[in-house]
């Protein structure tokens, strides 16, 4: 704006001047030329210069020459605000790619903290799940182990009745064929036999039990006419010893039915307790991993949230010098133009008062004189 309206009044000036150099007005438009400042400290210059003794030729040399510096100076700025305006569109373009960046990094980071506090949740859902599962199984390992304890010792309680009723038998029939035994003692131990071995076949179901105990105990009622073992006949004792054979037959066959449930009970059970072993291992593995992704998942999160804060934070940053630098880059190019401008209209006065030193250097100098008296 200076520079535009000391153009404008250097214009007028200079006008003025061309016409009053024959109608006596020159005083009055060189007085009004001076109204600029630039325009009065040139010709303050240029008056020290003239009552110096320099000629009308040095003053045109001087003009020249101060127009050849601030043709040097323009040049000179203009050269330092191309690197000024360079840093400041370089700063400006870096900080546009860098913000929407880091935005989209913070965007993604969100993005991965909420999956991972999905997985976290759903992790938790399942430890829940899993939990349970294996409480069931630890308990139906623990249930079914009481049950076949408790099985084997009723089987084992079996196979140990058995095993007495079958080793009567075994003493009965050897006491019958010892024929030991001259009082009736003999007879009261085989009836001590014979009562055990019906006793505990009553516990289990023997085939034809009670066809063996009416004949076991009808041919033993033989034997109560004589006063001992050694004076039963042959007879009878060949038939009892025959029926207590065959009923050790059926107690070894009950006993070998009795084992084979129990091992089979055994085997069974072995092979559940594997099963749920290895549910139980599998549950276990399960609860490991998941508590391990949980663990993996806050780590996540933690580092996610992180990166979203810092990022956050960046784009804040980025966003305020953003902001500085686009006005301090504005304000170096309004400074920059406003100096073009002024020393362009610098240049303009130089260059209309080296036209008229060229045109009236003699009037000029002869206002100069003037100028200098006053």
């Given at each position: 704006m200076?520079?535009?309206?000391?153009?404008?009044?250097?214009?007028?000036?200079?006008?003025?001047?061309?016409?009053?150099?024959?109608?006596?007005?020159?005083?009055?438009?060189?007085?009004?030329?001076?109204?600029?400042?630039?325009?009065?400290?040139?010709?303050?210059?240029?008056?020290?210069?003239?009552a110096t003794g320099g000629s009308v030729d040095e003053i045109k040399i001087l003009l020249q020459r101060m127009k050849s510096e601030l043709l040097k100076q323009q040049t000179r700025e203009d050269n330092a605000y191309k690197v000024i305006d360079a840093n400041c569109q370089n700063i400006i373009s870096s900080l546009n790619i860098q913000i929407p960046l880091y935005e989209k990094t913070a965007e993604d980071a969100t993005k991965r903290k909420a999956q991972s506090e999905s997985e976290i949740a759903e992790s938790e859902r399942n430890i829940q799940d899993v939990t349970q599962q294996l409480q069931a199984a630890q308990g139906r390992l623990k249930s079914g182990g009481d049950n076949f304890e408790n099985e084997q010792k009723l089987s084992n309680d079996k196979i140990a009745r058995l095993q007495e009723a079958i080793a009567a038998i075994e003493k009965a029939i050897k006491l019958l064929k010892s024929r030991k035994g001259s009082s009736k003692t003999a007879l009261t131990e085989l009836d001590s036999h014979i009562s055990k071995i019906f006793s505990i076949g009553s516990e289990f179901t023997i085939n034809n039990l009670?066809?063996?105990?009416?004949?076991?105990?009808?041919?033993?009622?033989?034997?109560?006419?004589?006063?001992?073992?050694?004076?039963?006949?042959?007879?009878?004792?060949?038939?009892?010893?025959?029926?207590?054979?065959?009923?050790?037959?059926?107690?070894?066959?009950?006993?070998?039915?009795?084992?084979?449930?129990?091992?089979g009970s055994a085997e069974r059970w072995e092979k559940v307790k594997d099963d749920l072993e290895v549910e139980i291992r599998t549950l276990q593995d399960a609860l490991t991993h998941l508590n391990a992704r949980i663990v993996k998942g806050k780590s996540e999160t933690e580092e996610t949230a992180a990166t979203i804060g810092e990022n956050n934070h960046l784009v804040e940053v980025s966003k305020k010098s953003l902001e500085t630098n686009q006005a301090e880059c504005n304000t170096q190019r309004e400074n920059n133009n406003l100096s073009k401008t002024n020393r362009s209209s610098d240049i303009e006065i130089l260059d209309k008062l080296i036209e008229y030193f060229n045109q009236h250097g003699n009037a000029l100098q002869d206002y100069l004189r003037q100028r200098s008296e006053q």
């Open positions: 200076r520079g535009f309206l000391a153009l404008l009044l250097l214009g007028a000036a200079l006008s003025n001047i061309a016409v009053a150099i024959d109608s006596g007005e020159l005083r009055a438009s060189l007085a009004q030329l001076e109204d600029n400042d630039y325009a009065k400290n040139v010709m303050n210059i240029l008056q020290i210069q003239l009670a066809y063996y105990s009416s004949e076991v105990r009808s041919t033993r009622a033989l034997f109560n006419n004589a006063p001992s073992l050694v004076e039963v006949g042959d007879k009878h004792t060949r038939k009892l010893v025959k029926l207590l054979n065959e009923l050790g037959d059926l107690f070894r066959n009950a006993l070998l039915q009795e084992q084979k449930l129990t091992a």
